[in-house]
């Protein structure tokens, strides 16, 4: 897990935004010369061989305002993921608030990572550098 606390006091709202660090347009974990992908999948499926993404797992309680999390990593079930795109992509919105948002110590926004490998994947330790940052909304 990821846990990030974010707020504003911007009107406008914040908007949090992530990208994998990998330079291709489709992110992905690295181990030498072998990946694995990132996609929107659910890594539970039998039908899904392998895959790689995030998921929000939970948007805190806020003492002011609230965060909603964006489409496809909004997914109530762990091991659904959404793609991070790479570097040759562009950064994708994960969730936003559309005003005025305190946190605290409980609200803490927790995002979980999900990788699934098929059989031709070597072993070992795989590696991705993401990046989030954070915008107001204008």
Not at 70 to 92: C, E, F, H, K, R
Not at 131 to 138: H, K, P, S, V, W
């Amino acid at each position: 897990f990821v846990c990030i606390d974010l707020a504003t006091n911007w009107n406008s709202g914040v908007k949090l935004m992530v990208q994998s660090n990998r330079n291709n347009a489709v992110g992905g974990l690295v181990l030498g010369t072998y990946s694995i992908p990132s996609a929107t999948a659910d890594l539970n499926q039998p039908a899904t061989t392998s895959g790689y993404g995030l998921r929000v797992s939970s948007l805190g309680t806020p003492s002011l305002g609230s965060f909603t999390a964006a489409s496809p990593y909004d997914s109530g079930t762990a091991g659904s993921v959404g793609q991070l795109n790479g570097l040759l992509g562009s950064a994708t919105q994960i969730l936003s608030s559309s005003g005025k948002v305190q946190t605290g110590v409980s609200s803490r926004i927790a995002i979980e990572a999900g990788a699934k490998s098929g059989n031709a994947t070597a072993g070992g330790n795989y590696t991705d550098i993401i990046t989030f940052t954070a915008y107001t909304n204008i």
